[in-house]
T-cell receptor, first 114, second 112 residues
Framework: NAGVMQNPRHLVRRRGQEARLRCSPM?????VYWYRQLPEEGLKFMVY????????ESGMPKERFSAEFPKEGPSILRIQQVVRGDSAAYFC????????????FGSGTQLSVL | GENVEQHPSTLSVQEGDSAVIKCTYS??????FPWYKQELGKRPQLIID?????GEKKDQRIAVTLNKTAKHFSLHITETQPEDSAVYFC???????????FGTGTSLTVIP
């Protein structure tokens, strides 16, 4: 089992560009969570998805941010028109069942906005 | 929603001593409390968890205690070693499981 795979590990974007972060959950997992982490801060919940459904996006900014988890393929966190404040580590985690199972984290994507 | 507070934010101990990290939560419906260890530049990894029907759980040098009445839970690391140095996060989850609410982390340094 390869674990939760995130790519790219590092992503550099200029202000105004788009950032696309990918997450492939562990085999057999159908629940994906995205978290954002700023230096020396905790993990801030952004969005929780199941296959083809957004279950809870209460932690995600209403503008510029979107997430999807299609029937086939990885989950995508998309940030449009990036700003310097978007620079952070973005972690994806997967779980086989809602809330009752352990979260397994990916290695994260470090987004740097120039 | 749930609010998880974690203390202290930094902790330094001598090798061989014990370390204790404490968390409180606000939602009495929360029933699952995992602890994650994050080494510098790496992913958070689950080290121990406890469910609300249990008061204490131990795994070698690591133990977690839960007080449902007071709504707090603690991580205890005994006989600390330099490789225990990392940031530790507590979390709480409700039965709906839509979110895992994380504390702000404790940076533990074990001094050889």
């Amino acid at each position: 089992n390869a674990g939760v795979m995130q790519n790219p590990r590092h992503l550099v974007r200029r202000r105004g560009q788009e950032a696309r972060l990918r997450c492939s959950p562990m085999k057999g997992h159908s629940h994906v969570y995205w978290y954002r982490q700023l230096p020396e801060e905790g993990l801030k919940f952004m969005v929780y998805l199941q296959k083809e459904n957004i279950i809870d996006e209460s932690g995600m900014p209403k503008e510029r941010f979107s997430a999807e988890f299609p029937k086939e393929g990885p989950s995508i966190l998309r940030i449009q028109q990036v700003v310097r404040g978007d620079s952070a580590a973005y972690f994806c985690a997967s779980s086989p069942r809602t809330g009752r199972e352990k979260l397994f984290f990916g290695s994260g994507t470090q987004l740097s906005v120039l | 929603g749930e609010n998880v507070e974690q203390h202290p934010s930094t902790l330094s101990v001598q090798e061989g001593d014990s370390a204790v990290i404490k968390c409180t939560y606000s939602d009495s419906a929360s029933n699952y409390f995992p602890w994650y260890k994050q080494e510098l530049g790496k992913r958070p990894q689950l080290i121990i968890d406890i469910r609300s029907n249990v008061g204490e759980k131990k795994d070698q040098r690591i133990a977690v205690t839960l007080n449902k009445t007071a709504k707090h839970f603690s991580l205890h690391i005994t006989e600390t070693q330099p490789e225990d140095s990392a940031v530790y996060f507590c979390a709480a989850s409700t039965p709906s499981g839509n979110q895992f609410y994380f504390g702000t982390g404790t940076s533990l340094t074990v001094i050889p």
